[in-house]
């Protein structure tokens, strides 16, 4: 016995449906080697990768059509890494990251569900080097600006693992640390443009909430 209880989903995403294996609920806890403590994981966040959240279902649906073409791209703070799995199955070369000692078990475990082959993880914690990670052209991420020190600890990990020219690309249910995180990305070089993401999720559930986008761009100056 694993110590939480799981329960099988389906989301649609652009019409195709995902098997997704996810926690019972946001009541789930079980560290019994103490690896998500050691990780700095509080026993109340300890269940929040396991769950889709609406963020998450706007972010994949976004992947859906985007043009992935030639670029190396990181999900940061994946969770279920629905995002992922959309473009791993459109053959994009993705990379998932997360700090949660589960959410690696889990991926597998939804790649099988969804009959797709092997696609590459890495740990990513925010709060410190992840020196194997590397550099990506496209970050996205969903809902990750939850909690207080994360817009500065969150801009820095990105900033540490963008290439020269790069896009950011996140969603937020219009949390507080929006405009933190805005401004902590500025102050690294990074442009940026909000939009509104659509009112309603594919299933029919209202969302409240933004697309945050950023980007920088290398200009080569020849003298
Ligand atoms: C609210 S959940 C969102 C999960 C997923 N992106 C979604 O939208 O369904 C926040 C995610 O950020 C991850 N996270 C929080 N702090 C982190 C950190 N310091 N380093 C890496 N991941 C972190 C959590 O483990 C969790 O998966």
Redo the contacts with the bound molecule.
């Keep these: 016995m694993p110590g939480y209880h799981v329960k099988y989903q389906t989301a649609t995403v652009g019409g195709t449906d995902y098997l997704i294996r996810s926690l019972l609920n946001l009541q789930q806890y079980s560290d019994p080697q103490g690896e998500a403590e050691l990780a700095g994981i509080s026993s109340a966040s300890w269940s929040?990768?396991g769950?889709?959240?609406p963020?998450?279902r706007i972010l994949a649906e976004a992947m859906h059509t985007f043009d992935l073409t030639g670029k190396r791209i990181l999900e940061?703070?994946?969770?279920?890494a629905?995002a992922s799995l959309v473009i791993h199955r459109r053959a994009g070369d993705m990379t998932v990251s997360?700090?949660?000692p589960l959410?690696q078990a889990f991926l597998k475990e939804n790649l099988l569900l969804n009959k797709l082959g092997p696609l590459k993880y890495q740990t990513?914690?925010?709060?410190s080097a992840n020196p194997e990670l590397g550099q990506f052209d496209l970050i996205i991420?969903?809902?990750?600006l939850?909690e207080r020190q994360q817009p500065g600890?969150l801009a820095a990990f990105i900033d540490r693992h963008a290439a020269p020219s790069a896009q950011v690309i996140i969603v937020d249910p219009d949390r507080g640390n929006r405009v933190g995180f805005c401004r902590e990305m500025t102050g690294l070089g990074y442009d940026y443009t909000t939009r509104r993401a659509n009112s309603f999720i594919e299933n029919g559930e209202p969302f409240k909430g933004r697309f945050l986008t950023f980007t920088r761009s290398l200009e080569l100056e020849f003298s």
């Design positions: 929040l990768f769950h889709i959240w963020s998450a940061i703070g994946a969770g279920l629905l997360d700090w949660h959410s990513g914690n925010w709060e991420g969903s809902d990750v939850y600890q």
